[in-house]
């Protein structure tokens, strides 16, 4: 009777929270590791090259005419090149 709903939970850790525990330490590697010059996409979808990184946020320039926006590193979603080449 218990076997079953053991194996149930171990079933549903494994599959579950573990693999979102996973992805939740590599997103917070990603953004603790960002740099003047990385090119990010944010979780709103826009896409610039960090200019300054503080403690608890980051500035981007965006598109040619150089618009600086400032965003907390939450909102950081991808790093690097991913964004444009899923354009082209």
């Given amino acids: 009777m218990i076997l079953p ?3 149930l939970i171990a079933i549903f850790y494994f599959m ?6 996973k992805k939740k330490k590599a997103m917070e590697k990603m ?10 996409t944010t979780i709103g979808g826009i896409v ?15 598109g040619a005419d150089r618009v ?4 907390t590193k939450w909102a ?3 790093k690097g090149q991913q964004a ?3 354009a082209k």
Wanted: charged share 25%; with cysteine.
């Fill in 16 to 21: 579950l929270i573990r693999p979102e525990n």
């Fill in 68 to 71: 600086r926006i400032e965003f």
């Fill in 48 to 62: 610039g090259t960090i200019c300054a990184v503080k403690e608890e946020t980051i500035v981007i320039e965006t």
């Fill in 5 to 7: 709903f053991v194996l």
């Fill in 31 to 40: 953004r603790s590791e960002l740099a003047v010059g990385d090119v990010i």
């Fill in 76 to 78: 950081v979603s991808t």
């Fill in 84 to 86: 444009d080449a899923a």
